[in-house]
């Protein structure tokens, strides 16, 4: 079936280690890739997003994802997090043949501590 | 710029009965789409509208239904609520296409009792 898969379900780091979330999408064709995040009592918010181009985007906080089509991945990467940086983080597909529906992933739950 | 609002922010109600749930989005945007969120389902798109008309709908059943006003306001009804119908529902809004961004509004948490 057709699905996004968030490998982690909860992460938790101390400040200042590396993070890295996986994600990978099993449609074919051309898709749409987003990283979303929500921290706690606020709403989802963009961290950033892949249409073309450069596999390698940059978004908010410092934040970055590789797109890599081989894989059908798309890995969200922080160098180094922080106590802030705790909060749920969604990965999204937005398939060509789904309009501009968003298929997302179950989430995986970061706890940093400090 | 206000962000996306929706109304009402907690809801409780019975089976058998039905619920609207309204959502404002960003001045000058057109696309309003909606999700439930479930801690088993997680985030499950339910359906888009856009210029009043609906332009996309997910896997939900027929109970489930929407519409668009020309000001782009949305609404969106649950006939026969359920027990599994108690979600978040969020909203939310973009400019027009697949490539603009969709900002999501605030949800409405429905408990079905």
């Known amino acids: 079936a057709q699905s996004v898969s968030q490998h982690n379900h909860h992460v938790i780091l101390s400040e200042a280690a590396s993070l890295e979330l996986g994600c990978n999408y099993s449609?074919?064709?051309?898709?749409?890739l987003f990283w979303y995040v929500q921290y706690p009592g606020q709403h989802l918010q963009l961290l950033l997003k892949?249409?073309?181009?450069?596999?390698l985007v940059k978004g908010i906080k410092g934040f970055e994802a590789e797109f890599i089509k081989s894989k059908f991945s798309f890995n969200l990467r922080k160098p180094s997090v922080q106590w802030s940086d705790t909060a749920e983080y969604f990965c999204a597909v937005n398939p060509n043949q789904a309009g501009t529906a968003l298929i997302f992933g179950k989430g995986t739950t970061l706890s940093v501590s400090s | 710029k206000a962000g996306v609002t929706q109304t009402p922010r907690y809801l409780i109600k019975t089976r058998g009965q039905q619920v609207t749930l309204s959502c404002s989005p960003i001045s000058g945007h057109r696309s309003v789409s909606w999700y439930q969120q479930t801690p088993g389902q997680g985030l499950q798109f339910l359906f888009e509208y856009f210029s009043e008309t609906q332009r996309n709908k997910g896997n939900f059943p027929g109970r489930f239904s929407g519409r668009q006003f020309s000001n782009s306001r949305s609404e969106m009804n649950v006939s026969t609520l359920e027990l599994g119908d108690s979600a978040l529902y969020l909203c939310?809004?973009?400019?027009?296409?697949?490539?603009?961004?969709?900002?999501f509004g605030p949800g409405t948490r429905l408990t079905v009792l």
């Open positions: 449609y074919g064709g051309t898709v749409n």
């Open positions: 939310a809004s973009s400019l027009v296409s697949r490539t603009d961004t969709q900002y």
């Open positions: 892949y249409f073309s181009g450069d596999p």
